[in-house]
């Protein structure tokens, strides 16, 4: 009886492992890998490539085929393309007649394609494919199986701006508001794809904190360099759905508008004491805002493009000063005493940058007052009758 009851119950257990495992292999409730947006870029007109996404790539095996593709219209028109692979992303792209395959079908940037992979031998097959809402649509049949979903949701609240700090790169956090994440369905820890200007994707992790806010991760930093995305810009994202992934295209960036500017005069004691303060007429709000308010090394970039390190020093009251390695810049681009020179504040990744940008001497300003003194008694002489 024990026998026969014990037996009763592996059944009922291989039984329900057999239903849980048709459950989650069931094709409505999973992603279709055969199926992904492609996003016309001006970036990828101008460089005739389209980047694939890595998830679509890697389920389908397409890095082991990179030679050729074939890309079809829905006028059953085909393309021979190059399928190649970009080592240093590791991520496949189309090139050679990629342009001309969205001019023929009346594609600028902005628009998109939903593509299928109808065939996956020695030379793929892409064809362009519709959604389910345009199937419908056409053909009025809402359960047809021959047509991909729908890969974006009608969210609400698609765009998103972000500033980059330098805390951001430093710790390789970039932090989402908080509604952001929540209307889109995003609070939840998982791997996020960031489509780049050129058409390139980047892996970023998409992390939770303790404290519940969501921010990107790994990932994000090699992005922003990538992208030329520089401290205190201000940059937007575009949420896109493929399949289960959501995608982070960076729509537009704009520049935030600051302080970059910073006009010194060299001294006799900034030379022997090797020693330049920065508070030379400098209001306190530009070290603020130039995030350089702190004790550490600094980039001098002379006019020649050799850089030099620094050490930016904390005075007393806050004030800041160039410290060792300043003499050896003020010698090698020709500053001398008496002499004004303006600095521009860059940043190179999580180094503070300050670049030679222009040089104006005081001898220069007094033989410029000098001729314009001995032009007026001149002319003055030159009036009397």
């Not at 995003?186 to 939770?208: C, E, H, S, Y």
């Not at 002379?302 to 003020?330: C, H, P, V, Y």
């Amino acid at each position: 009886m024990m026998i026969e009851e014990a037996s009763d119950h592996q059944d009922n257990n291989i039984e329900f492992q057999r239903k849980k495992k048709v459950k989650q292999n069931n094709p409505e409730t999973e992603a279709d890998c055969s199926c992904f947006v492609a996003h016309v870029t001006a970036a990828s007109l101008e460089r005739d490539a389209l980047y694939l996404p890595q998830d679509f790539t890697s389920s389908n095996d397409l890095k082991r085929k990179c030679c050729k593709i074939f890309l079809k219209d829905g006028e059953e028109r085909s393309w021979a393309m190059d399928l190649r692979l970009n080592k240093l992303t590791d991520t496949c792209y189309i090139s050679r007649g990629w342009k001309h395959f969205c001019d023929e079908n009346g594609k600028n940037a902005g628009s998109f394609f939903t593509f299928k992979l109808l065939e996956n031998g020695e030379t793929p097959l892409l064809s362009v494919w519709p959604t389910k809402s345009e199937n419908d649509r056409t053909q009025g049949d809402s359960n047809s199986s021959q047509s991909c979903e729908d890969s974006t949701p009608p969210n609400h609240n698609r765009f998103v701006t972000l500033t980059l700090t330098n805390d951001s790169l430093k710790s390789s956090r970039l932090y989402l508001p908080l509604p952001f994440v929540r209307e889109n369905g995003m609070n939840n820890p998982r791997m996020v794809t960031l489509l780049g200007k050129d058409g390139i994707r980047w892996a970023a992790n998409l992390l939770r904190e303790n404290s519940g806010r969501m921010s990107l991760g790994k990932g994000m930093k090699d992005f922003s360099r990538a992208n030329g995305l520089k401290i205190g810009e201000s940059f937007t994202l575009e949420l896109i759905w493929e399949n289960a992934t959501p995608v982070l295209n960076l729509f537009c960036k704009e520049v935030k508008i600051q302080n970059r500017f910073v006009t010194l005069t060299v001294t006799h004691d900034s030379l022997n004491n090797n020693r330049l303060n920065l508070f030379q007429g400098l209001p306190l709000s530009f070290m603020r805002e130039n995030d350089m308010n702190k004790p550490g090394k600094i980039t001098l970039l002379g006019n020649d493009g050799t850089k030099w390190i620094a050490n930016l020093l904390q005075e007393s009251r806050g004030r800041m000063s160039l410290g060792k390695g300043w003499k050896e810049f003020a010698k090698a681009n020709g500053l001398e005493v008496g002499v004004s020179f303006t600095l521009e504040s860059i940043w190179e990744d999580t180094t503070p940058m300050l670049g030679l940008f222009s040089i104006e001497s005081t001898s220069d300003k007094r033989q410029q007052r000098e001729c314009c003194s001995t032009a007026s008694e001149n002319s003055s002489i030159s009036t009397k009758p």
